[in-house]
Nanobody
């Protein structure tokens, strides 16, 4: 079971980045997927989630309107499109897969509901 996140980098405020997360080793097509981030000296925080069906999404207030989560079940990938980036978005971003058995519309926001994690990708936004 492996989640591989990619797409991070160094950008300027106002720029865009697209993060991708590829799943391998098992199928995550029916479970919710999420993105979290952790800035230096801060706790890991929820960013966005997409349900197992792919029809429901939820984003943290801090990124609402700027970040969009999506998934491609055929490719077993989840993406996070980040627009209008701000310096406060600087963090290591992690993708995660939730536990199963909670239905196709479940949108967990707690890291405790995600037993599978990728290695993280660094996003740095300069002012």
């Amino acid at each position: 079971v492996q989640l591989q996140a990619s797409g991070g980098g160094l950008v300027q405020a106002g720029d865009s980045l697209r993060l991708s997360c590829a799943a391998s080793g098992r199928t995550f097509s029916g479970v919710a997927m999420g993105w979290f981030r952790q800035a230096p000296g801060k706790e890991r925080e929820f960013v966005a989630a997409i349900s197992g069906s792919g029809y429901n999404t939820y984003s943290a207030d801090s990124v609402k309107g700027r970040f969009t989560i999506s998934r491609d079940k055929a490719k077993s990938t989840v993406s996070l499109q980040m627009n209008s980036l701000k310096p406060e978005d600087t963090a290591v971003y992690y993708c995660a897969a939730s536990r199963s058995g909670y239905g196709p519309s479940w949108l967990p926001t707690s890291s405790q509901d995600y037993p599978y994690w990728g290695q993280g990708t660094q996003v740095t936004v300069s002012s």
